[in-house]
C-alpha cells in the first residue's frame, strides 16, 4: 500500500483525490503496489499523459504504434492506427447438450471456442466427469475436436449436441485411466507439498469457510455481531516473542481425502498377448476395493469389465458378471457401494472448490514446509516416473518433443494485428512453460545419475548430457575455458549472465534473430545450464559452425554481415555500440555485441546467437583494472574491489536510468548555452558565465534542443525507436533542480566536470527506469539538421560532454567488449576507447552515488518497502543494484542520521546477506554429500546453522547399510556420488566463521557475530526468518513442525525433519505486450480521475492476460487487484469482494503462501469482507496477515502499522475495546518510530486511539491522545485545515463529555445512592464511522461530489491535457510519455 493518504490533505490542500494510493501499480510487480511512483493526483499535470512503454521492451518495435487503447487516446504520433484494437467482443450463445443418463442442459459458449473446450467442460462438470472418449455430434454429424465453433454449419443458439461413447484405443484408454486418478486425488494436497504437476498451496477457503460469494448472501448483518469470537491466538497479540511454525499451513478439513478405492493399479499381466488383442482387450488393472475386494479388470476397446485372472493366473474370460461399462467409474459403481457413496460425495466437494484452488500454475512453486504425507500407491505416478514424457504429452503425436523447432516456430508467428499477437504470445508462453518444466526435470534426473552423459568417459564434472531434446551442462570450469576469468566461480555466474542476456534479446523480438530457449536450475548444490539444442550443432565441430563472433575469448575473431544486419536493430534498445576488434591477423574486424557472442546458422536456416554473458557492459567497481583510475564518487566507497570473477556486470535497469540521467544532463546543457548565447548576442564565446539564474535557465526550456531532434526523428525508422524509450519532456522545475550541478561548468573542461558533477543532479523518477532518447538519424548524423551553426556547436558541445556517440544528437551506448581481457582494438579507434572507458567509469559512479541513494530515499519515504530478502532483491534490481551491492547498502543505511526510521531494511537486509552467505557455503558442503547421506548432512547443517546447541553431531547414516568391499571402480560416477563424511565435522563456531569470512570477501562487509545467537542478539534477526530465507533459496523443504532452536541440551534438528530437496529454476517471463498496454492505459485513466473507462480498459487487460496466460499469473494477479479497488471505489463492494478473493487465490497459488504480496492481498480482502458486513471473515483474514508478517519480517516493520490499525478498528467496531488498543497502541508506537513523532500517520492513530478511549469512557486518555494529534495537525496543516478544525471539535466534544461524567461522579459522591444520574452517551462506534476510518488509513478517498462536480472536474483534467499537448507540439516531442514502470516479479 502507497501513500495511506491520511496525509494526503496536508500535501496537496485543494486537490481532489481519487485513489492516491494504488494508482502506481503495474502487474507484474510483486511488491506491485508498494513500488509507488510518486503518485500523481488529477490535479497535476504529471498524470495525463497516456502510459504505454514498460521497461523490459515487452512491445515489440513495429508493434510500438498500433497499441493504444480503443478509447481514441493514442498518441499524436500514431499513423491512425488505433482501429485494429478493438478487441473482438464475443457474443457468446447457448448450446443444449446431452450426455447419456443425464438430462439435457445448457452450456454458454463463444464463437472463438474449439470444439475440444467443450470436452474439457464435460470432463471437470459433476455429472459428466468420468467420461473421457467421446465424440460432440450434431444432427449425426460428428463435430472435429479442433474446429472454432463459428466454423460449424448449423450451430446456433439452442442447438443440441449429443455426447456418444466411442470405442476406445490404448491411448484413450490410457487417458481414461489417467483421468479417473486425477478425479480420485483431486482434493488430495501432496503434489502441492511435493512440487509436482505444478500444483500448488492455497490456505484463504480454511479462512473464509468456502467460498466467499455465497456467505456474503446468507449471513444477515445484525445477527453476526453476537456470536464472533475475535481473541486471536496468544502468537498474534502484539509483543508475543514466540513465532510458532505449525499454523503456517492450518489443516483444512477436506483434505482428510474420501477414500474410494484401496489400489488401483496397471496389472503385471500386461501387455495382452496377441491372442487377447485381437479380442479387443487393450491393457488390465487391477483393483482393491475399500471392501477389500480384489478384482482385476480388463479395457477393451468397447470399454471396462471384470475379468478372471487372480494375481497368479491369467484368465482374461470376462467374468459372470462381468459389468461391461463404457466408464470405470460406472463399473466401479457397481461393484463396491463404497466407492459410489465416496466417490459422488468427492465429486460434489470438487466441484464447490473455487476453480481457481485447482487450475495449475504456468511454473512449479515449491513449498519450503511440508507435513508427513501418507505414501500412496499410484500407478500413473510411478509410471511418469520412468518416462521422458511430461503428464499429458501422449497428445503430441511423434512423442519427445523437438523444443527447439517449437521455441523457435512460434517465435516466427505473423504478428501484424491484435489477434495474431495475442495468439503468438499465447504460444510463446505455453511452449517457455512447458520448457521450463522440461529442463528442470532432466536437470534434476542428470544431478540424480538417471541421464547417461554423451561423454561417458570423462570424470563427472565435465560431463554434459542430452535428455528429452534438451542438452544439459553443468557449472564448473570445464577445460579451463574461464581459467582468466575467475574458474569456476566464472563458470557459476556465466549461466545466469547468459539467460539475462537471452531475456534482453527476447524482449527486443528482432524478427530473424534467434536464442536458445535457457533454463538454469540449481539443484543439491549443482548448477546445471539446459538448453535447447540448435539443429546440426551436435554433428559438426564448434570451429565450423561460428560464423560471427569469437570461440576463444577474442583471439580469433570472426564476422557475418547478415549476423551484423540483425544485431544492429538491436543495437540501440539494448544500448550496445557498433565497434572493431583485432582478431588474430591483426585485422579490424565489425562487431555488433561482445566477441563472446556466438552467431551460428543452425541446418534449419535460422540465425541464433548464444553465449550472451556480455550483452551487458562490465561493471568497474567489481573489477580492479591495472592502470585505471575510477572516478572518486566510487575510490571513496573503496572501489574497485576483487570480486570473485570477472564477469560482474551492470544491469539493463542500471543502464536505462543511467542513460535517461545522462539525457536530462543534456537537454539542460543544450538549453544552457542556447540562453546564454542570446545573452551573448554581441559576443561569439560559448563559454557558460557563472551568473545564469535558474530562472533564465527555466524559462528556456521550451527551446531547449527541439530543432535537434526534430529532424533526426522523422528520418528515424520505427524499428529503430527502442520499445523502452519513451521521449520525456523536461519541465521547468527539473532544470532549475539539476542547474546548480552545471551553472559552474564551462565547456572547454566540460568533459570533466560533467563526470565530476553528475553525481549532484537528483534522479528524476523514483525508480528511473523510463528512459529517453532522441532517434538519431541513420546516416550517423553528418548531414546536420540544424541550420544555425551556433545551434550546431551547442548541441555538440552537450553532446561531448555527455558522452554521445554521435555529434549531432543524443545517443548513448556501451562497447562491451571494453577491459575484456584477450580483445584488442584497432589504432585508429583509440579516442573512442577511451571515451568508452570513461563513460564506463562514469556509469559505475552513478550507481554507487545515485541509485543507492534513490534506493535508501525512497525507503525512507515508504516508496519502497521491502519485507523480506526476494522483495528487497527486487527492490535493488528495480534501480538496477546488482545484489553483490548489499554490503554497500548496508553500510549506507548504517551511517544515515535517520537510521532508527530504516531498521527494518538494515534487519532485512542483514538477514539477506547471511542467509546468501550461507547458501554459498552450502552449495560446496552438499556437492560432497552422497545420496543416502543426504536429509543427515541437510539437517546436521541447518542446526550448525541455527540451533543453539554448541556440539552439533552428525548423525552418519547407519553402518549395516554401508558395504565393505567399495568398488573402486565405480566411485564419483554420478555427479552427487563422492562417498566422503568431511561433512559430518562442520561445528557451528566454524560454520559461523566461514560465514562472517564469506560476508567480507563477497560482500565486503564485516558481521559482528559469531553464532546464530549472537546474530539474533545483534541485529533483531528471528531464527525462524533466517529458516525460511535459507529454505527458500536452497530449495529446502522441511517438516512442519515446532521447533526449539534455542535449546542448548539438543539440537534442533533431525534428519526425519528433512522431507525434500528442491530445484530453484531460473527462466524467462515471456510477457503479455497488449495486456499490459491496456493495464498501462487504464491505470493512467484511473489517475485522471476517468474511474469507470479506467475499470473497462483493465477489464479488457484482464480479458488478454487470460487470453495469453491462462487463468494464473501473477500479472492476472496485479489486474485483479485493481479490479477490485475500483469495483470498490465505485461502490460495488461484492464484486470487489469477488475479484479480490481471486487475487488472493491466486497470489497464493502463483507467489507463496507466505509472500509479502499475499500478505498484502489478504489485508485488501479483508477490508472489503468487513465492507460486505463479515465482520469475522475479516478479523481471521486480519489475524492470518499478521501471523505471516510475525513469520516473515517480525512485529517492527513500517507495514505492521497499517495492519495492526486495521485490526484495531474492526475489533473497536465488534466492541472489543482492550483488544482494540493492544493493536491500535502498538500501531501508533510503530508509525512514530518509522514515521517520526510529527508525522500525519501519528496523528491519525492518536485519533484512533482517542476514538476507543472515548467508548472505554476513560476521557482523560481520550483526551490525551487527541491532543497529540491536534498539536501535530496545527503545526504541519495549519489552524485552517479541515482536519485540524476535526480534531478541535473533537476535542471539545470530549471535553464535554469528561465535564459530565465528573459531574455525575461528584452527584454520586455527594449524595451517595440517591443521587439523580444524568443518563451519560457511551458511543458504540456506528460500523459506517468504522468503514470511513478503515477507508482512511488504507489510502481510499471517497469524493462526495455531485454529477456536476464531476463533469467540470472532467472537464478540467481535459482542458489541461489540451494544454499540454499543444505545449508538447511547440517542443517537437510528440510522443512525451510518462512512463510508469513494470516491475519483474521473483526472477532471480
Known sequence: MVSKTDDIPASVPNCTAVDLAEDGETPDSAESDRTALKKPCPCEHSASAVVMNGDAGHDQAEEAESKQDSSGDADPGDDGNEQEVIVIQDTGFTVKIQAPGTEPFDLQVSPQEMVQEIHQVLMDREDTCHRTCFSLQLDGNVLDNFAELKSIEGLQEGSLLKVVEEPYTVREARIHVRHIRDLLKSLDPSDAYNGVDCNSLSFLSVFTDGDLGDSGKR??????????????????????????????????????????????????WNPPPGNRKMHGDLMYLSVVTVEERNVSITASTRGFYLNQSTTYTFNPKPANPSFLSHSLVELLSQISPAFKKNFTALQKKRVQRHPFERIATPFQVYSWTAPQIDHAMDCVRAEDAYTSRLGYEEHIPGQTRDWNEELQTTRELPRKNLPERLLRERAIFK??????????????????????????????????????????????????????????????????????????????????????????????????????????????????????????????????????????????????????????????????????CKGIIGNDGRHYILDLLRTFPPDLNFLPVEGEELSPESQKQGFPRQHRH????????????????????????????????????????????????????????????????????????????SPTSSESTLTPEDTAESEAALGQETTSESQETSARDSSAVPPVTANGTHEPTIPESQNGGCDSPLEDPKSREVVLNACKAVGSISNTSFDIRFNPDIFSPG????????????????????????????????????????????????????????????????????????????????????????????????????????????????????????????????????????????????????RNRVPGGGDNTAWASLTPSELWKNIASEALSYYHFTLQCESADQAVEKYGLQKITLLREISVKTGIQILIKEYNFDSRHKPAFTEEDILNIFPVVKHVNPKASDAFHFFQSGQAKVQQG?????????????NLFNNVYGAMHVEICACLRLLARLNYIIGDHPEALSNQQKAVLMSERVLGIEHPNTIQEYMHLALYCFANGQLSTALKLLYRARYLMLLVC???????????????????????????????ENALSINSKYHGPR??????????????????????????????????????????????????????????????????????YKNGSNASIMPLKFTAPSMASVLEQLNIINGIIFIPLSQKDLENLKAEVQRRQQLQDSGKAEEHQEDSQLVLDDKLPVDD
Open 219 to 268: 449471513k444477515k448483518k445484525g445477527s453476526e455481531l453476537e456470536q464472533i469470537d475475535c481473541t486471536p491466538p496468544e502468537h498474534i497479540l502484539p509483543g508475543s516473542k514466540e513465532r510458532p511454525l505449525v499454523p503456517l499451513q492450518p489443516q483444512n478439513k477436506d483434505w482428510k481425502p474420501l477414500q474410494c478405492l484401496k489400489v488401483l493399479t496397471m496389472s503385471g
Open 823 to 970: 580483445v584488442r582494438f584497432p589504432e585508429d579507434s583509440a579516442e573512442e576507447i577511451q571515451k568508452q572507458k570513461q563513460l564506463l567509469k562514469d556509469a559505475a559512479a552513478f550507481l554507487v552515488s545515485c541509485q543507492i541513494p534513490s534506493l535508501i530515499k525512497d525507503c525512507l519515504d515508504h516508496t519502497a518497502l521491502p519485507m523480506d530478502g526476494a522483495t528487497l532483491t527486487e527492490a535493488l534490481h528495480q534501480r538496477g543494484i546488482n545484489v553483490r551491492y548489499l554490503g554497500n547498502v548496508l553500510e549506507f543505511v548504517d551511517k544515515m542520521p535517520a537510521k532508527p526510521q530504516l531498521e527494518h531494511v538494515y534487519r532485512i537486509g542483514i538477514t539477506e546477506l547471511i542467509t546468501r552467505c550461507t547458501k554459498h557455503i552450502f552449495k560446496t558442503y552438499l556437492q560432497g554429500v552422497e545420496l543416502s547421506a543426504l536429509s543427515a548432512a541437510v539437517s546436521h547443517f541447518l542446526n550448525c546453522f541455527l540451533s543453539s546447541f554448541p556440539d552439533a553431531v552428525a548423525h552418519l547414516p547407519a553402518d549395516e547399510l554401508v558395504s565393505r568391499k567399495k568398488n573402486k571402480r565405480r
Open 1194 to 1224: 517480525g512485529e517492527d516493520h513500517p507495514e505492521m502499522a497499517l495492519l495492526d490499525s486495521n485490526i484495531g478498528l474492526v475489533l473497536h467496531g465488534v466492541m472489543e475495546y482492550d483488544l482494540s488498543l493492544r493493536f491500535l
Open 1239 to 1308: 508525522s500525519l500517520k501519528v496523528a491519525l492513530s492518536n485519533h484512533l486511539v482517542a476514538r476507543v478511549y472515548e467508548s472505554k469512557a476513560e476521557f482523560r486518555s481520550a483526551l490525551q491522545h487527541e491532543k497529540e494529534g491536534y498539536t501535530i495537525y496545527k503545526n504541519q496543516v495549519g489552524e485552517a485545515h479541515e482536519k485540524t478544525k476535526e480534531s478541535s471539535e473533537y476535542l471539545k466534544y470530549l471535553t464535554q463529555q469528561a465535564v459530565a461524567l465528573q459531574r455525575t461522579m461528584n452527584e454520586i
Open 431 to 596: 511452449v517457455h512453460s512447458d520448457f521450463a518444466a522440461a529442463a528442470t526435470r532432466g536437470a534434476m534426473a542428470v544431478i540424480d545419475g538417471n541421464v547417461m552423459a554423451i561423454n561417458p568417459g570423462e570424470e563427472t564434472r565435465m560431463q554434459m548430457f542430452i535428455w528429452n531434446n534438451i542438452f544439459f551442462s553443468l557449472g564448473f570450469d570445464v577445460r579451463d575455458h574461464y581459467k582468466e576469468l575467475g574458474g569456476d566461480a566464472a563458470a557459476h555466474a556465466a549461466p545466469t549472465n547468459d539467460l539475462n542476456g537471452v531475456r534482453a534479446y527476447g524482449a527486443v523480438d528482432v524478427e530473424g534473430l534467434y536464442t536458445l530457449g535457457t533454463v538454469v536450475v540449481d539443484y543439491r548444490g549443482y548448477r546445471v545450464t539446459a538448453q535447447s539444442i540448435i539443429p546440426g550443432i551436435l554433428e559438426r565441430e564448434q570451429e565450423q559452425s561460428v560464423i560471427y563472433g569469437s570461440i576463444d575469448f577474442g583471439k580469433t575473431v570472426v564476422s557475418h554481415p547478415k549476423y551484423l544486419e540483425l544485431l544492429e536493430k538491436t543495437s540501440r534498445p539494448l544500448k550496445v555500440q557498433r565497434h572493431c576488434v583485432l582478431n588474430e591477423k591483426d585485422t579490424a574486424v565489425e562487431l555488433c555485441s561482445s566477441v563472446e
Open 646 to 721: 570477472r564477469l560482474a556486470c551492470l544491469r539493463q535497469e542500471l543502464i536505462e536510468a543511467f542513460v535517461e540521467h545522462r539525457y536530462l544532463l543534456f537537454m539542460k546543457m543544450a538549453a544552457l548555452q542556447l540562453m546564454q548565447q542570446k545573452a551573448n548576442k554581441e559576443s561569439k564565446t560559448a563559454a557558460l558565465p557563472e551568473s545564469i539564474s535558474p530562472e533564465s535557465v527555466s524559462d528556456s526550456k521550451p527551446t531547449a534542443a527541439p530543432e535537434a531532434s526534430e529532424k533526426a526523428s522523422e528520418a528515424a525508422t520505427p524499428a529503430f525507436d
Open 1090 to 1102: 476517468f474511474l469507470k473507462e479506467g475499470c473497462e480498459l483493465i477489464n479488457e487487460a484482464l
